[in-house]
């Protein structure tokens, strides 16, 4: 079966890092995928890793270990703009087609 | 990346109509995919969109309830069909494959239906 994992709340301060995690079991893994989502608007692509280690963009860094099926974003520098929900999904080609499986995302609140 | 469109992008319907959703990308893209975000909640996968061929639906997800038709590599409709408030949610269109990448996949801004 398919199951995603990420904790449903977190909170922070600005300019702090933090850390969301998320912890997977699929069929087929073919890499896994973060998104940004702001209230009321469509999923914004943060990030896509399908190799082990880290993968670093600017503020935004996303690690994976496929071995663990463990996954995590990691935010610096944080801003206010970046309260938000932050879904992992994860490529399952199960079936031939690659399409994702999402988590329930995590609600992020930056505070002063 | 792809730009999606999405029409329309908002609908207030009545219990038991339909209602198609469009889904227009500006490149040919392999693969599409129509998502349902319920209130609250994050994104489910209704189907996956084939050029030349039949839907591909997820379990709980049917035919007749959710109608695809995918006529070439740019386009694709989504029809909610016999519409109940059940039905009340974010529709999203999202492509993958774009120019041969399969790192990335993008979604359209949306659909936000309510049904009365």
């Known amino acids: 079966g398919q199951n995603i994992d990420q904790p449903t709340e977190m909170t922070a301060t600005e300019g702090a890092i933090v850390q969301i995690n998320c912890t997977y079991q699929t069929s087929g893994f073919n890499g896994l995928f973060w998104y940004q989502q702001h209230a009321g608007e469509a999923p914004t692509f943060l990030s896509y890793?399908?190799?082990?280690g880290l993968e670093e963009k600017g503020r935004f860094s996303s690690f994976l270990s496929r071995s663990k099926g463990y996954s995590y974003l990691l935010l610096k520098e944080l801003q206010m703009k970046d309260s938000a929900s932050y879904l992992c999904a994860v490529r399952d080609q199960g079936g031939g087609y690659n399409k994702l499986i999402f988590g329930a995302g995590t609600r992020l609140a930056v505070h002063p | 990346s792809a730009v999606i469109s999405q029409k329309p992008s908002r609908d207030i319907c009545q219990r038991g109509t339909s209602l198609t959703i469009q889904c227009q990308v500006d490149?040919?893209?392999?693969?599409m995919f129509w998502y349902r975000q319920q209130p609250g909640q994050s994104l489910t996968l209704i189907a996956t969109?084939?050029?030349?061929?039949?839907?591909?639906?997820e379990s709980g997800f049917v035919i007749d309830k959710f109608p695809i038709s995918r006529p070439n590599l740019t386009f694709s409709t989504l029809t909610v069909s016999n519409m109940s408030p059940e039905d009340s949610s974010i529709y999203l269109c999202?492509?993958?494959?774009?120019?041969?990448?399969?790192?990335?996949?993008?979604f359209g801004p949306g659909t936000r239906l309510t049904v009365l």
């Open positions: 890793n399908v190799l082990d």
């Open positions: 490149s040919q893209v392999t693969m």
């Open positions: 999202s492509v993958g494959g774009t120019g041969g990448s399969y790192n990335e996949q993008f």
């Open positions: 969109a084939n050029q030349g061929s039949e839907a591909t639906y």
